[in-house]
């Protein structure tokens, strides 16, 4: 996109209130996406649904997610980032006032389950417009060295609202009800639109040597023929599916087979939601720094295999006595909060690694690509999760979650990536610094 020499003139501190509105809209879609499913057992009861059909439905949100992140993505790359935000927000809070009207149970009445589907797909079809548009915005408002910390402080909006999810849909749903959850959830999305209105703008002038830079890396053809870019972007989806293991069906797991409290369950979800976003923060600043992104993601994708194969086999050993030990109960607890902080701490420095790759000026479509394949697996997931649980239990819930980060290792990060990292770092500082 041009820009025109009218454009408003912004102070270089402008950035970090364009980097607020992005995690403001994230974080609105977020508190949906990921705090809806930490209702799951009262949703399961209030639109009296079983196993199989309460994972269909969680994961409609997730198809319709990865259906419009690429066309959102390259809307973005070609209007940019503050049309899209805008009409995605907006829309996705009309959206959901409609279900709190129409979509939601009450005492003397059940909607449909084509109602509830329908909501929970619309709403994610215009809701996929964030994620895409906001790491667009990043990519073009920060230099190459503040990429890594910004693009994860982007990134945690996504644990920083399934934790404010977990802490505060399931009390309004079980006090409120439905109604007041779809009605909440309407209203921070017309406020984060109300942030990217005020803040979010493109850059008024091009940085000449940040583009010459990534001229050089951002592939000619495109991030849709570029088979760099779509092994990264198979690799972060597949990594994805133990993360929403947690998310959609954690609850249901500290519920069924660990017999946990109501309170127990809210504090583990919430613990693993803040502790995914601290470790989100940390990683960006801290690869940013040692520039070893490629190492990091596969320290992370060794340890998802470990921790969840160890869950596995925790299960596995308390087999029917769970509810007959505390000791149980609590491993189980810390095991699986520690799963989920580790398989979601990655997300921010393999994102921006994919961006950095295609290019700031088409972070839209590779993001897009990514968010897609993301959103696939967040349906395949829970949909999967009821017949795995049929064939042989929590184990191969937790096997299978383990299988898929050993799966999607090689893929996001080739071994030979790992040893040419220190190479290519100083390749990357000699083209930066000649090109300034």
């Not at 309460?54 to 973005?76: D, K, N, Q, R, Y």
């Not at 994610?124 to 990043?138: D, K, M, Q």
């Not at 109960?329 to 095991?335: P, S």
Request: with cysteine.
């Amino acid at each position: 996109m041009t820009h025109s020499s009218h454009s408003p003139s912004f102070s270089p501190r402008h950035r970090w209130k364009v980097l607020a509105a992005g995690v403001a809209a994230n974080a609105a879609f977020s508190v949906a996406f990921s705090g809806i499913p930490m209702t799951a057992v009262l949703m399961r009861t209030g639109y009296q649904l079983d196993n199989a059909t309460l994972g269909l439905v969680l994961g409609l949100m997730g198809l319709g997610i990865a259906v419009s992140e690429l066309p959102w993505g390259l809307l973005t790359d070609r209007w940019g980032d503050r049309p899209v935000l805008l009409l995605g927000l907006g829309s996705t809070a009309i959206a959901l006032l409609a279900m709190a009207l129409w979509a939601a149970p009450g005492a003397q009445h059940i909607p449909g389950l084509g109602w509830l589907a329908a909501g929970l797909l619309l709403v994610g079809l215009l809701g996929g417009s964030v994620n895409g548009a906001s790491g667009r915005a990043v990519m073009t408002w920060f230099d190459a060295g503040e990429r890594g910390l910004a693009m994860s402080i982007r990134q945690t909006a996504v644990p920083l609202g399934g934790g404010i999810g977990a802490l505060v849909l399931p009390f309004v749903a079980l006090h409120f009800g439905f109604a007041a959850l779809y009605g909440l959830l309407a209203l921070l999305c017309a406020l984060s639109a109300a942030m990217s209105w005020a803040w979010v703008h493109e850059p008024p002038i091009v940085r000449h040597a940040k583009g010459a830079a990534e001229t050089v890396a951002a592939p000619k053809s495109g991030p849709l023929r570029d088979a760099r870019v779509w092994r990264i972007v198979l690799g972060i989806g597949i990594l994805c599916a133990p993360q929403f293991a947690v998310l959609s069906f954690g609850t249901v797991f500290l519920h069924d087979f660990g017999h946990a409290s109501f309170a127990t369950i809210t504090a583990t979800m919430v613990f693993t939601q803040v502790g995914a976003m601290v470790m989100r923060v940390w990683s960006g600043r801290w690869t940013d720094r040692r520039r070893n992104r490629p190492a990091y993601l596969r320290a992370c994708s060794a340890l998802s295999v470990a921790l969840f194969a160890g869950l596995a086999v925790l299960v596995m050993a308390a087999g029917t006595h769970v509810a007959d030990s505390s000791a149980l109960r609590i491993a189980l607890v810390v095991l699986l909060a520690v799963s989920g902080v580790c398989v979601s701490a990655w997300h921010g420095v393999a994102y921006t690694e994919l961006a950095t790759l295609a290019g700031a000026a088409r972070a839209g479509t590779a993001l897009g690509m990514a968010n897609t394949s993301v959103f696939l697996v967040c349906f395949v997931t829970p949909f999967s999760i009821p017949h795995l649980l049929a064939l042989q239990g929590w184990p191969l819930v937790w096997l299978a979650a383990s299988a898929c980060a050993l799966v999607a290792m090689p893929l996001l990060v080739p071994r030979a990536a790992v040893v040419a990292a220190p190479a290519d770092q100083k390749l990357a500082k000699t083209a930066l610094s000649r090109s300034t």
